[in-house]
């Protein structure tokens, strides 16, 4: 299974050209952004409102990188969801809402500044996972003619700050960088290779692992969004994205044993109580679908989870590189383990 998940963490360096300034939801701009620019590049029918009902709807790019433009999913997926449900919950296709997951995921570098000066440098993340592995040069020219639109609020001419692709570099799983573009060689990238999801696991036993956010951890039990994690709730986010992942990667569901992993990691939590703190955050936004202002928020925090977790642990480390939970689109989700000793 792990060796058929692949997966491309892209480092991308970035020249503003104009005066950028972000909203304090950074993610959200670059969401906006991104999305707006692979539809711009990828759509063979942009004068469509939208994508339902398009003639090339079942083999467009953009609609199988974001299956929400035309409110389809999987069938399989409602069995995803059923797989990891416990009795008491919903097992219906839109209770937890993690299925139609986005196959990238893009958040700046923390120590990216709300304002960024015309000739300064600036660096964002790309992760592409499974199909969208294959569909980087794309997302290149979508980055290309992402400069040239402008990335953020709009400026006292009306305009979004404009800025260039300078390198992109691929990471390997142990942190190294493979340079496969840079402008002043002036060629599309070249050279690059994904890795698969097992090269970021390591075959280890773990008794105790600490969980730390990156980014807000949106996610629901039992049809409500949780103001803590516990254990098994991780878990079933990890699985959630996992065979989502796998499904949309093979197109057969992923045999694993749900029941008993989710059971274990109950008798984990049940046998010992986890040391950590969780805040809530929210953040605004404004929707363009809906026509209003928005709140959207996830848990901070850290934990540590003590018990016979080496089972579980591949599963919670694949959870960090995918991201879980809702709101992925949006940077959420995104977490580190760390195995104590």
Not at 105 to 120: C, H, K, Q, S, V
Not at 187 to 195: E, I, N, S
Not at 231 to 255: M, N
Request: with cysteine; glycine share 10%.
């Amino acid at each position: 299974m792990w060796r058929q998940l692949k997966v491309l963490d892209l480092k991308i360096i970035l020249t503003a050209l104009d005066d950028i300034k972000l909203p304090f939801f950074k993610e959200n701009a670059l969401r906006s952004a991104l999305g707006t620019s692979l539809r711009a590049t990828i759509c063979a029918t942009p004068l469509r409102g939208n994508c339902k009902g398009c003639d090339i709807e079942s083999l467009c790019i953009y609609n199988k990188l974001l299956p929400r433009a035309s409110g389809k999913a999987l069938n399989s997926s409602a069995q995803i969801q059923e797989d990891v449900a416990s009795p008491q919950e919903s097992t219906s296709l839109n209770s937890g809402g993690e299925n139609l997951s986005p196959l990238y995921l893009a958040f700046f570098d923390p120590n990216t500044p709300m304002r960024i000066g015309a000739g300064e440098s600036f660096t964002f993340y790309l992760h592409l996972f499974g199909p969208a592995v294959a569909y980087f040069p794309y997302f290149y020219f979508c980055l290309e003619n992402m400069g040239l639109k402008g990335l953020g609020l709009k400026g006292d001419n009306s305009k979004r700050g404009k800025f260039e692709v300078r390198t992109i570099k691929v990471i390997s799983p142990r942190g190294g960088e493979t340079l496969v573009y840079s402008r002043e060689e002036g060629v599309p990238p070249t050279g690059w290779r994904p890795f698969s999801l097992g090269d970021y696991i390591d075959g280890v036993e773990v008794s105790a692992l600490k969980i730390t956010t990156l980014s807000p951890l949106r996610l629901k039990y039992k049809n409500r969004l949780t103001s803590s994690v516990e254990l098994h709730v991780l878990l079933r986010a990890a699985l959630r994205r996992i065979s989502d992942l796998y499904i949309k990667t093979t197109g057969e569901r992923l045999d694993i044993d749900y029941s008993g992993l989710i059971t274990q990691a109950c008798t984990i939590a049940e046998s010992n109580k986890p040391e950590g703190q969780w805040r809530w955050v929210d953040y605004k936004r404004y929707s363009t679908t809906q026509q209003r202002s928005m709140k959207l928020g996830g848990v901070f925090g850290d934990i540590l989870y003590r018990g016979e977790l080496t089972e579980l642990y591949p599963y919670l480390k694949a959870g960090e590189v995918l991201a879980v939970g809702k709101g992925i689109a949006f940077g959420f989700g995104r977490y580190k383990v760390t195995i104590e000793r």
